[in-house]
């Protein structure tokens, strides 16, 4: 598997987030629409055809992001 999957799944588990809600969290930080399809297939195995590399910037985004929240007193 490669790195940037597992360590998509990574932050999705420590953080406990689903696909829909990281697809929901990245549209807030880019003002972009991410679909869940997108995200489906960033975690997707990569021998499915709808697997997609998860991008670096997806991970840099989702670290901040879980990171902020952790920060944030609520």
């Known amino acids: 598997m490669s790195?940037?999957?597992e360590r998509l799944r990574?932050?999705?588990?420590?953080a406990e987030l689903d696909t829909m809600q990281v697809a929901l969290l990245l549209e807030k930080r880019t003002m972009?629409?991410?679909s869940l399809r997108t995200?489906?297939?960033w975690v997707?195995?990569?021998g499915r055809a709808s697997s997609r590399e998860?991008?670096?910037?997806v991970l840099e985004n989702l670290e901040q992001i879980?990171?902020?929240?952790?920060?944030?007193?609520n």
Do not use: D, F, T
């Open 3 to 5: 790195g940037s999957k």
């Open 10 to 14: 990574q932050l999705m588990a420590k």
């Open 32 to 34: 972009r629409k991410y």
């Open 39 to 41: 995200v489906q297939a």
């Open 44 to 46: 997707a195995n990569e």
């Open 54 to 57: 998860c991008p670096a910037w």
């Open 66 to 73: 879980i990171q902020e929240r952790q920060n944030s007193p």
